[in-house]
Nanobody, 115 residues
Framework: QVQFVESGGGLVQPGGSLRLSCAAS????????MGWYRQAPGKQREAVAL???????NYADSVKGRFTISRDNAKNMVYLQMNSLKPEDTAVYYC?????????WGQGTQVTVSS
């Protein structure tokens, strides 16, 4: 069973940047599509960015041009570089498989964008 530990969140002012990291267990990590997801208070969890095993990426329209997903298969890591952050990016961010099936969700990392 693949497991994930997210880190790198925090409080940042609008326009700022953060880099999230996700450490994944499992020796077959490299064959999976991976994704970053977020859940804001009172809202459903949504996909933010996806990266498939061939490093092709896909982004939600709301973050396109501001967020970049990447992976390091040798280290079993997935990253999310977030630039030009907006208050509406405030949420708990999670990483997981790229869907449609998911592993257990980790605790996530809180990102708060506020002045």
């Amino acid at each position: 069973q693949v497991q994930f530990v997210e880190s790198g969140g925090g409080l940042v002012q609008p326009g700022g940047s953060l880099r999230l990291s996700c450490a994944a267990s499992g020796s077959i990590f490299s064959i999976y599509a991976m994704g970053w997801y977020r859940q804001a208070p009172g809202k459903q969890r949504e996909a933010v960015a996806l990266i498939i095993s061939g490093d092709s990426t896909n982004y939600a329209d709301s973050v396109k041009g501001r967020f970049t997903i990447s992976r390091d298969n040798a280290k079993n890591m997935v990253y999310l570089q977030m630039n030009s952050l907006k208050p509406e990016d405030t949420a708990v961010y999670y990483c997981n498989l790229g869907g449609p099936h998911f592993a257990s969700w980790g605790q996530g990392t809180q990102v708060t964008v506020s002045s």
